[in-house]
């Protein structure tokens, strides 16, 4: 058990100062200027990196393709390329150009995941109890397609409070993905209104539900919300 937390240390430590990436989410339209769309790829560290780009369907309705490759829909360009540290005075930062040539897009946006991986040029390696270990850094941003006029339809269909959590579950019946970045979370408890932060609504605030599907969030209530009795007629979600 200790050999495993170390390893996990390791990862998480060495991915936090990597790289970066940056934005984690691209819009494009399916022609015209907007069908181009450039994220950043930075080096954060002291030495050399190399980054591979890759991008994969996401849409969970395509079982058959879900995470599989989608390169035959896009143009990136570069697939590969070396970062350099800031203070070297060269290059520590990169354009990466995805440019959408998968066609119109008539019937529901298309969604996928940008995938920028580290490769470092001298990989590190140690032994743990006889073992080799390799450590690589990995960004995962969002990618979508759409025609201008494609919008969401959100509906709460369901909530409660279970177990000190509110679970939500909500279907976008639009032909665009929704992300909560308006929520709103109003809990009533003997008669006094308690409205959550954003930082009390992790697990589904800047989420999002892509279109034609369900979801269920699950939202941990602060301590003080924990024993309370609260039906679902008490609940005000505002989306």
């Known amino acids: 058990m200790k050999n495993i937390t170390y390893f996990l240390t390791l990862i998480i430590s060495f991915n936090i100062f990597a790289l970066r990436l940056t934005p984690m989410a691209g819009y494009l339209a399916p022609s015209g200027n907007q069908s181009v769309f450039n994220f950043t790829a930075i080096n954060s560290t002291s030495a050399p990196e190399a980054v591979k780009v890759r991008i994969e369907y ?5 079982q058959r393709k879900y995470g ?9 360009y570069p697939k590969k390329a070396i970062l350099f540290p800031k203070k070297s005075g060269k290059a520590f930062k990169r354009d990466i150009k995805l440019v959408w040539t998968g066609g119109e897009v008539k019937d529901i946006e298309r969604s996928f995941r940008l995938i920028v991986e580290q490769v470092p040029l001298n990989f590190s390696k140690k032994k743990i109890n006889g073992g080799k270990m390799q450590i690589v850094s990995r960004y995962i941003a969002s990618v979508y397609v759409a025609a201008e006029n494609f ?16 679970i939500v579950d909500v279907q976008n019946s639009g032909k665009k993905h929704h992300l909560f970045k308006d929520l709103g979370v109003k809990i009533n408890v003997n008669g006094k209104v308690r409205k959550l932060t954003r930082d009390e609504m992790k697990g589904m605030y800047l989420y999002s539900v892509l279109a034609k599907t369900s979801r269920q969030f699950i939202v ?16 005000d979600i505002q989306i």
């Open 220 to 235: 941990e209530l602060p301590r003080e919300l924990n024993n309370s009795r609260i039906s679902s007629n008490n609940i």
């Open 68 to 76: 599989k490759a989608a390169k035959d829909l896009f143009q990136i």
């Open 58 to 62: 996401r849409n969970p309705q395509d």
């Open 151 to 166: 919008k969401s339809n959100i509906k709460v269909l369901s909530q409660k409070v279970q177990g000190g959590k509110l």
